[in-house]
């Protein structure tokens, strides 16, 4: 079992369709409705069919008054980290601490170049995400006297005056499938962010990857719980016995849930989808029961 004792919470994925472009604000404040604690977007700025994920997030956070909010995940490429830890500071502090930061390598680099960014090599990649957020961290931290200096391979600041801190500590939270990322996960991520779609082997990935995460952790003098387990995740409800994962009802939705979070240590749960009545009983019907389960096989 690899259960980190985190307490469950349940969130959307909702396309940032930009026809018409009220459709995932409305799907922002559904999940609100919902009960669901969070709502993310994914970030592919070089979708023309897409709006742009941080001005979207800013204005569902206007919208909004609970829920809290995050790109699932923002493409690292195209978005300077300078800028991205001042933008997230900001939306934190009017928000009052609703913002969460997942960030992504990058893919579609096609896209991504064509968009003005750089190709980067698989290992490149990795090394960029971790100097991004030592920029981000770094500029966060107003507590340290002095400019901030990093000098990186692919992201250098010099002098760079910190602040503002945003509102709360915001996590950071990675996107990362390949041994490599998977390792610096564990030695400088808050969360772990795959979707369960991508998963070779389904859930029985998860094990071997949580392994990765959390021999780097130790190595870093972290606790393997420090890093927090999340999933996305899309299936379908029905009103009889479904036929496999997330295909049935409500209660079978919970009881599978419940056991991603008890054997492989998942603690927060983003429903892919853009219908209102699954975000309703995702927020309502399957959130309450999974966490009656968990709470009492850990109590057991």
Do not use: C
């Not at 997330?246 to 492989?264: C, H, M, N, S, V």
């Amino acid at each position: 079992m690899s259960d980190y004792g985190h307490e469950l919470w349940f969130g959307s994925f909702v396309t940032p369709t930009a026809r018409p472009p009220q459709a995932p604000v409305e799907l922002a404040q559904t999940s609100e409705r919902a009960g669901l604690d969070l709502v993310s977007f994914q970030d592919h700025p070089y979708q023309s069919a897409f709006q742009d994920t941080w001005t979207l997030m800013s204005y569902v956070a206007a919208r909004t008054e609970r829920i809290r909010i995050s790109g699932n995940v923002l493409s690292l490429p195209l978005r300077p980290p300078a800028v991205l830890a001042r933008a997230a500071a900001s939306l934190d502090r009017l928000t009052g601490g609703r913002v969460e930061l997942g960030i992504g390598a990058g893919a579609f680099w096609d896209g991504i170049v064509a968009m003005g960014g750089r190709r980067l090599e698989p290992a490149q990649a990795v090394r960029a995400v971790e100097e991004a957020v030592d920029v981000i961290r770094g500029l966060w931290a107003t507590d340290e006297t002095g400019p901030l200096r990093v000098t990186g391979e692919f992201y250098t600041v010099n002098g760079a005056k910190r602040g503002p801190a945003p509102a709360h500590r915001i996590p950071i939270r990675i996107g990362a499938y390949k041994p490599r990322m998977l390792r610096l996960t564990g030695r400088i991520a808050d969360g772990w962010l795959p979707s369960l779609g991508f998963l070779p082997e389904g859930p029985a990935s998860l094990r071997a990857m949580n392994e990765q995460i959390d021999e780097a952790a130790s190595a870093a003098g972290r606790e393997p719980a420090a890093v927090s387990r999340l999933l996305n995740l899309s299936g379908r409800f029905t009103s009889g016995a479904g036929g496999g994962l997330l295909q049935g009802t409500p209660g079978d939705w919970a009881e599978q849930i419940a056991d991603l979070a008890l054997q492989y240590g998942v603690s927060g749960f983003i429903l892919a989808s853009d219908e209102p009545a699954d975000l309703n009983l995702f927020g309502q019907e399957v959130a309450p029961r999974a966490r009656e389960l968990v709470q009492s096989a850990r109590v057991t």
